[in-house]
């Protein structure tokens, strides 16, 4: 079934019958690039509209990291409709053909050796598909970003992805055209400076004739969908493109006009390629990675059939040489020289460590002792020298052949150097070490001098002092090195305890109540573990702990005294007189006058009667709070209330009490004896006036002489209106009786009766 896709205008494929891209990814310009670096796409005509697909991706095998080869792989076929529409004909999951797949060889260079750390693996994905013949094409597409970013030659190059691709034409669909193959990779590695003669020729298995040219590599997905670039991964500017977009595909943007796609790796004179042969030669002669897009137009009967585009990644680097002397030396120079130094010994060894030992098929050695040259056939010997003195010599690698090489040995044999030094401090005052070199007795001359003293300073002093902060035993170490550039190293121990000048001790100063647990933090400077410390601590008992802790628990004042003995038996002594005091713990306690107290007289005053303090805090019922001796206080409610007395000593000891109070809840009530019902809107209404907060069970009742009842109410704030329950006909004026009762907060009955007078 084939799939509409909205992209329009279709434009001429840029590549042909078959598109091998490649590019890989340099091993030392970039740490942690993409892992895959590149790959093609070729196919084969298998007869009956089927066709064999096999699409060859690589990976930078050094880069695990980043990623395996993607299994599967989204590989889209599209076709054009009458309308110039591209249509998706198939989306194929294609599976990794190999579990381990291969490695690719390195390039063989005579006389040089490339990088060793390059490592590219191929994998093949092959798959087949039946392509009804067609009016038009059918493109088969592969698309993920990105190429690494220290590509030279393009801009943007990590955000600039890759298209494999291969388009079927028409025309290769009626001949059942096979796209023509690469006949070989390209090299992984070239060497700067060196001639490069690649044959980049292709084989055709339809005879087609085949030319060749440098033409623009092209692009292909983008960053969105990665970490920091929003978008859909899968889109069209994604990094992984599923479906792969179908063309017109755009070319790299190449920096200009150092680069283009004809000079992709620019230099003078420039890399070319031979049209006819495919051959491309030139010496490259910038360093760097340089994508290049290498084009093969196929011809049958002078009719250009189609075009296919390798897009590979050529990286020049400096080359090693395959063959080349090297020895184990003091000094290297740039003449290929190397000088071996020797101090007191007249026996020297030479050690041969010549690269590739497997392909040096004959070495010698020659030197010139005293005036007689003398030669040595072993890889690495001991040499020998008769005396102190210069001596040169040489060691030939291959002699006379074109990947032989030679080197020139210098040997001095000097003097052996002698290092040696004096150490002098007092070791019961904390103060300058000194050092005295004394190496000038054994030395004529003395060009360098390093002192390490083990606390992390040095010196390049002769007769240096070091001024030790912390405790320990200290390696003190000296090099010298003489005129000859011989080095001795001597080292010696300083053992840095000095009694301490003064003791200091935390605290300076105590007041406290019993039980006084207290710590003494011994704050003396310089002393550790290995000084002796003995305490007396003015009670009878006693520690030999650096910094103790001590309980006193007895009231009475005490004088410290503290001896400090270094390692060398120097005693600091020091006395503390009175250092702790420990005072009685004081106590709360309190009255107050009145004792009794109501809603209605709420006031009343505290009677401090605590001892041994000097500071109050009340708090009343946390409504309040107070910090004089005796304050008074008028409590916002009745009922139990509680007081609570904290007292303070200066040392910092309190204690705390508390007494509950009974503010009482009292009820009144007032019955007036006449009343005037008559709308004047003054004394219209009988009520009762009084304080009633908290009480219940409230009744209210008039009666009239004749024992009738004519108006009752359990609400304290309705009255008697004059009138039969407040709704009736008006009551004549006269004489009425009034009963009222109700239960007050704490549950007494409280009752009150009276004669109402009715006048209007």
């Known amino acids: 079934m084939l799939h509409i896709v909205q992209y329009q205008n279709a434009q001429p494929f840029l590549c ?54 993607p299994d599967p792989a989204n590989i889209a076929i599209y076709t054009v409709d009458d309308g110039g529409n591209y249509v998706l004909f198939d989306n194929r999951n294609v599976f990794l053909e190999e579990n381990n797949p291969p490695e690719i060889p390195l390039p063989e260079i005579p006389c040089l050796e490339p990088p060793e750390n390059v ?115 899968a889109g069209c500017d994604g990094w992984r493109p599923n479906p792969a977009c179908p063309p017109p595909f755009e070319s790299v943007d190449f920096v200009v006009p150092t680069y283009t796609a004809l000079e992709p790796m620019g230099g003078a004179p420039v890399v070319g390629i031979n049209t006819l042969t495919g051959v491309i030669s030139g010496v490259p002669n910038i360093i760097g990675q340089f994508v290049v897009g290498v084009c093969v137009k196929e011809f049958r009967d002078g009719v250009l059939l189609s075009t296919t585009q390798r897009d590979f990644q050529f990286n020049v680097e400096q080359c090693d040489p395959l063959i080349e002397p090297i020895i184990e ?12 130094n020797s101090c007191g010994d007249e026996s020297v060894d030479l050690v041969n460590q010549s690269n590739i030992e497997d392909d040096i098929d004959s070495f010698f050695w020659s030197f010139d002792l005293n005036g007689t040259e003398q ?48 150490v002098e401090y007092d070791t019961c005052v904390a103060g300058d070490v000194f050092f005295t070199d004394q190496s000038m007795q054994f030395n004529d001359t003395i060009s360098e001098r390093a002192w390490t003293f083990g606390n992390g300073t040095t010196s390049t002093e ?28 001597i080292s010696k121990t300083v053992d840095w305890f000095p009694a301490p000048e003064l003791i200091v001790i935390e605290p300076s100063s105590y007041v406290g109540c019993p039980p006084a647990d207290i710590f003494f933090n011994n704050l003396t400077e310089p002393i550790d573990d290995t000084y002796q410390v003995e305490w007396l601590f003015g009670d009878g008992d006693t520690s030999s702990v650096v910094s103790p802790t001590h309980l006193y628990d007895t009231t009475g004042s005490y004088s410290i005294n503290v001896e400090i003995t270094n390692p060398f038996g120097c005693v600091t002594k020091r006395t503390f007189p009175n250092l702790i005091n420990v005072t009685p713990v004081p106590v709360a306690n309190f009255g107050f006058e009145p004792e009794v107290l109501d809603n209605f007289n709420p006031t009343t005053t505290m009677i401090d009667s605590s001892l041994f303090n000097n500071s109050w805090f009340w708090d009343f019922d946390t409504e309040s709070e107070a910090y004089i001796e005796q304050p008074s206080y008028s409590f916002r409610d009745t009922g ?31 019955l007036p004896n006449a009343f005037t019902p008559n709308g004047d809107g003054t004394n219209d209404v009988y009520i009762g006036k009084g304080y009633l907060d908290g009480i219940s069970n409230f009744n209210f009742e008039v009666w009239n002489r004749w024992g009738e009842q004519i108006f009752q109410t359990d609400d304290p704030s309705e009255g008697w209106n ?22 007050e907060p704490r549950g007494a009955l409280q009752e009150y009766q009276s004669f109402i007078t009715l006048m209007r």
Not at 21 to 41: D, K, P, Q, R, S
Not at 125 to 153: A, D, E
Not at 722 to 743: A, E, R
């Open 16 to 69: 042909k019958k078959w598109l091998s891209v490649f590019i890989f990814l340099c091993y030392c310009l970039v740490g942690n690039a993409t892992h895959i670096v590149g790959g093609e796409i070729g196919y084969e005509c298998l007869g009956n509209d089927d066709y064999r697909f096999t699409m060859k991706m690589y990976r930078n095998c050094n880069g695990a990291a980043q990623g395996a080869f």
């Open 119 to 233: 490592c590219v693996e191929e994998g093949s994905y092959i798959f087949n598909s039946n392509l009804p013949l067609s009016n038009g094409s059918y493109y088969v597409i592969f698309q993920r970003c990105c190429r690494n970013g220290s590509i030279n030659n393009i801009l943007a190059p990590g955000d600039t992805g890759i298209t494999l691709a291969i388009e079927l034409t028409s025309a290769a669909q009626v001949g059942c055209n096979n796209s023509p193959i690469f006949n070989d990779f390209p090299p992984t590695v070239i060497c700067a400076n060196e001639p490069l003669n690649f044959d980049h020729s292709a084989t055709d298995a339809d005879g087609d004739q085949l030319v060749y040219e440098f033409c623009a590599p092209i692009k292909g997905g983008g960053r969105a969908g990665t970490q920091g670039f929003p978008g859909d991964a």
């Open 329 to 340: 030396a003091d000094i290297i120079l740039p003449d290929n020289t190397f000088v071996v």
């Open 375 to 422: 030669t040595f056939d072993q890889w690495s010997f001991n040499l020998m020298l008769p005396d102190t003195g210069t001596y040169e010599g040489f060691l030939y690698l291959n002699p006379g052949s074109q990947c032989g090489d030679t080197a020139r040995v210098l040997v001095n044999y000097f003097p052996d150097a002698n290092a040696d030094f004096n």
């Open 462 to 489: 002769i007769n240096p002092s070091v001024d030790y902060e912390t405790l320990g035993t200290y390696q003190v170490q000296l090099r010298i090195v003489d005129e000859n550039g011989c080095t001795d190293i």
């Open 640 to 670: 139990l209330q509680v007081v609570t007395l904290i007292v303070s000593h200066p040392n910092g000891c309190s204690d705390t009490t508390f007494r509950i109070i009974d503010v009482v809840p009292k009820a009144t009530y007032f």
């Open 722 to 743: 004059g009138t039969k329950n407040n709704t009736g006909q008006l009551s004549p004026n006269g004489t009425y009786q009034c009963f009222v009762s109700f239960i």
